[in-house]
């Protein structure tokens, strides 16, 4: 794991950079943001370590120009702020988490190693492939501008496909992802959601392949 830390406080960030290259996490050190913006632009990171006071600006900005890229790294905010609204501010900024100091480092750890197991394309707050813009958050998809109408289980199996978008997903995976334990699963209605959810998806350029015995793959049809 590669981390970004963004922290002005030298003791801190060096008492920090410590223990985590201690327990083989890579880290690279920010004092400001103009710094953790350079870093951004020359690394991928899996996870940023964000303090909110910093000597040009507020760490929050950060985030919005974070989501943004294509598979935007997790987001840990680290910050003497810790009233309650202080901390929704932040989550609700697009913090995957917040942290408030004093904090015990084996929190931390547990923190970013519980974040970097979520896939980036979560954290990414519209999907973009083909002609389709997908809004993670809202869990609504568009094509040109028009929203489509897709019942539940369309939804489900769309959302699956594209946070997974260019990779297989397997039959028992999209079951898992469509439904419940309690359901009753025929056979069929799984491969009937998909046919519906492609018709639906041609317009967009985009194509459900399906790999007899493997899975279905999402991508711009050839
Ligand atoms: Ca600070």
Known sequence: MRILLVEDEVSLSEMLATS???QGIVVD???????AREALMTAEYDAVVLDRNL???EGLDLITEIRARSAPPAVVVLSALGALDQRIDGLDQGADDYLVKPFAIEELLARLRAVARRPAAVRQERILLGGLAFDVGHRTAEIGGTVLDLPRRELLVLEALILRAGRVVSRPALEAAVYGYDDEIASNTLDSHVSRLRRKLEPAGLEIHSLRGIGYLLRPSS
């Not at 050190?29 to 710094?35: D, H, I, N, Q």
């Open 20 to 22: 985590l290259s201690r």
């Open 29 to 35: 050190a920010a004092p400001t943001l103009e710094m």
């Open 55 to 57: 000597p040009d600006g």
